[in-house]
Antibody
Framework: QMQLVQSGAEVKKTGSSVKVSCKASGYTFTYRYLHWVRQAPGQALEWMGWITPFNGNTNYAQKFQDRVTITRDRSMSTAYMELSSLRSEDTAMYYC????????WGQGTMVTVSS | NFMLTQPHSVSESPGKTVTISCTRSSGSIASNYVQWYQQRPGSSPTTVIYEDNQRPSGVPDRFSGSIDSSSNSASLTISGLKTEDEADYYCQSYDSSNRGVFGGGTKLTVL
């Protein structure tokens, strides 16, 4: 079945970077947008950006434009989201999701940022 | 850019019908498809409606979606409410630059 499996929880220091992976299986990785969405504790979903795995094109939310980089490795059917200059407000669950209608979601990766 | 505004919470009794609204602040609600996601506590979201009114396979026909240009809003209607429907619901669309936009979420209580 189609699924996305994300890397494990991370604890980071303020000012550092985090890189989360998302491995796709059960479908052709290059055929679907791959989005990143985050959710701070008790808060709403927040779209961060997407990548088209076929050619690596990206599109980022203006809020994260300067700090986020989404990449992919086609040979591994894996996408990555790197967020830099971390601050406490970046403590959140980070999800990857596939397709125009986000119809496949990863299990989420908890990123905790502390000083 | 635009915002999608949802009620913070709604509640209804089992067996009844509830409608959750999602109002677009600027631009036409019909400009881009609207999706709806269900998120139960501690779980990843799942799609219950895509492309305004389409149901993924496996989603019961108790769930329906619509858009209303006069109010510039989308709606998710759940009929025959069950306790298992208790969850947070989010609407989502895209802007003219194909960037995603989520609503603030609605907590549905079935009591």
């Amino acid at each position: 079945q189609m699924q996305l499996v994300q890397s494990g929880a991370e604890v980071k220091k303020t000012g550092s970077s985090v890189k989360v992976s998302c491995k796709a299986s059960g479908y052709t990785f290059t055929y679907r947008y791959l989005h990143w969405v985050r959710q701070a504790p008790g808060q709403a979903l927040e779209w961060m950006g997407w990548i088209t795995p076929f050619n690596g094109n990206t599109n980022y939310a203006q809020k994260f434009q300067d700090r986020v980089t989404i990449t992919r490795d086609r040979s591994m059917s894996t996408a990555y989201m790197e967020l830099s200059s971390l601050r406490s407000e970046d403590t959140a669950m980070y999800y990857c999701a596939s397709g125009d209608a986000f119809d496949i979601w990863g299990q989420g990766t908890m990123v905790t940022v502390s000083s | 850019n635009f915002m999608l505004t949802q009620p913070h919470s709604v509640s209804e009794s089992p067996g009844k019908t509830v409608t959750i609204s999602c109002t677009r602040s600027s631009g036409s609600i019909a400009s881009n498809y609207v999706q709806w996601y269900q998120q139960r506590p501690g779980s990843s979201p799942t799609t219950v409606i895509y492309e305004d009114n389409q149901r993924p396979s496996g989603v019961p026909d108790r769930f329906s979606g619509s858009i209303d240009s006069s109010s510039n809003s989308a709606s998710l209607t759940i009929s025959g409410l069950k306790t298992e429907d208790e969850a947070d619901y989010y609407c989502q669309s895209y802007d003219s630059s194909n960037r995603g936009v989520f609503g603030g979420g609605t907590k549905l209580t079935v009591l």
